[in-house]
């Protein structure tokens, strides 16, 4: 059976909506882009987007690929210290001069809507309530949920150990019960850890899960999202050949990337 992101996805908006409209305050999410790589301009478009549908404001902050490290974090620094923004999210991938982690740790924790902080991370991985939850990660667990997909005690395959989608993927699994194996680019053995999972998810970029790899009536979740040779979207998992295995499959597209909008935009909705 389909894992239907985009039906879902939709449920969870019409939720965030509501709760919006019953606040004293109205949300108000910055999005930083910095330079113009085509991918991050699309994603910021959809969030902005969202946003407009569900009733929450935002503002994008297109910033020059040249600016200087300082200047980005001043500007981070006002965001912070401006009590009518109450989400701040600097879209990734930045330009190479500028540290990551620096300009990570500089959002307030409490306006931190992609749960990337070290005080966010943190909690996370001490079974502290975090602020914030990492929007696709939450997105899985949400989508998993919906259909009452059994996490506790489950044997889990998270397969990409990114600090977007893996690592906290990971956490969350564990935080939940599950009995978690997270595989990467140096894991032995790939295929027979997937073949004994309950759940798969597969964050990696690559067509990487094939058919003779899962279990029977297991549960395969898809982040990847590329363009195959023939220009066609595409996941890490071959769909057709896995689908008939298995007991619920996410498509790609509309399973993973409307979660992850819908996601963060329940976080975008919190207000600290
Ligand atoms: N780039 C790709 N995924 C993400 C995400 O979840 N958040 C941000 N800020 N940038 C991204």
Redesign the pocket.
């Known amino acids: 059976m389909l894992l239907d992101g985009k039906k879902v996805s939709l449920e969870i908006l019409d939720d965030v909506k509501e709760r919006v409209s019953k606040m004293n305050v109205t949300p108000h999410l910055a999005v930083i882009l910095v330079g113009d790589n085509p991918a ?1 301009e699309i ?1 910021v478009r959809n969030k902005k987007l969202a946003a407009e549908k569900v009733g929450i404001m935002s503002s994008i902050i297109k910033l020059d690929a040249n600016i200087k490290e300082e200047e980005l974090l001043h500007k981070i620094k006002e965001l912070n210290n401006n009590p009518n923004i109450t989400g701040i ?5 930045l330009p190479g001069h500028i540290d990551k982690n620096k300009v990570i740790t500089t959002i307030s924790p409490k306006k931190d809507v ?1 749960g ?1 902080t070290p005080e966010n991370v943190g909690k996370l991985s001490i079974g502290i309530e975090p602020y914030f939850y ?3 990660p939450q997105g899985i667990i949400m989508l998993l949920k919906k259909y009452n997909i059994k996490i506790e005690g489950a044997d889990v395959v998270v397969i990409g150990r990114s600090t ?2 893996g690592k906290p993927m990971a956490q969350m699994f564990i935080n939940n019960n599950a009995t978690v194996t997270l595989c990467h680019s140096y894991t032995k053995d790939l295929e027979d850890k997937i073949k004994t999972a309950d759940i798969v998810v597969s964050a990696v970029g690559k067509k990487i899960v094939r058919c003779k790899m899962v279990k029977k009536n297991s549960v395969i979740i898809d982040v990847g999202i590329f363009r195959d040779s023939n220009g066609k979207l595409t996941g890490d998992v071959d769909f057709d050949l896995v689908e008939p295995t298995v007991k619920y499959i996410s498509p790609v597209p509309g399973g993973v990337g409307p979660m ?1 909008i819908a996601s ?1 935009m329940y976080n975008a909705s919190k207000v600290y």
Do not use: E, G, K
């Open positions: 991050s994603y999210l600097v879209q990734l991938p992609d990337f990492p929007a696709t977007i989608v992850t963060l």
